[in-house]
């Protein structure tokens, strides 16, 4: 299994990025997707999820900002990120579990490398 993360970059307060991970080696109709961050110094923390069955949920620290979405026909999920703030600098990583619950890093079995996203103010 491989995924791999894209689209981070360096912008500011209040912009917008969109972060891509296309997944390999999986039936990826079969799993569930989310996408975690990592602040330097801090732990993973879970940003957003989606279920196979297109149902999603976000941390209360991005709601209204960030918004996930998945293309089973592509093998993508996404991250598209708005009204960026700076303590939303992190390495971002996409991750993908078969379990039922998809909120927490212990729902996910496969982890792609970071992306990382840094916020200026």
């Known amino acids: 299994v491989q995924l791999q993360a894209s689209g981070g970059g360096l912008v500011q307060a209040g912009d917008s990025l969109r972060l891509s991970c296309a997944a390999s080696?999986?039936?990826?109709?079969?799993?569930?997707m989310g996408w975690f961050r990592q602040a330097p110094g801090k732990g993973r923390e879970f940003v957003a999820g989606?279920?196979?069955?297109?149902?999603?949920k976000r941390a209360d620290s991005v709601k209204g900002r960030f918004t996930i979405s998945r293309d089973d026909a592509k093998n993508m999920v996404y991250l598209q990120m708005n009204n960026l703030k700076p303590e939303d600098t992190a390495a971002y990583y996409c991750?993908?579990?078969?379990?039922?619950?998809?909120?927490?890093?212990?729902?996910?079995?496969?982890w792609g490398r970071g992306t990382l996203v840094t916020v200026s103010s």
């Open positions: 991750a993908a579990g078969d379990l039922r619950t998809f909120g927490n890093p212990r729902d996910y079995d496969h």
């Open positions: 080696g999986l039936t990826f109709r079969n799993y569930n």
């Open positions: 989606i279920s196979r069955n297109f149902s999603d």
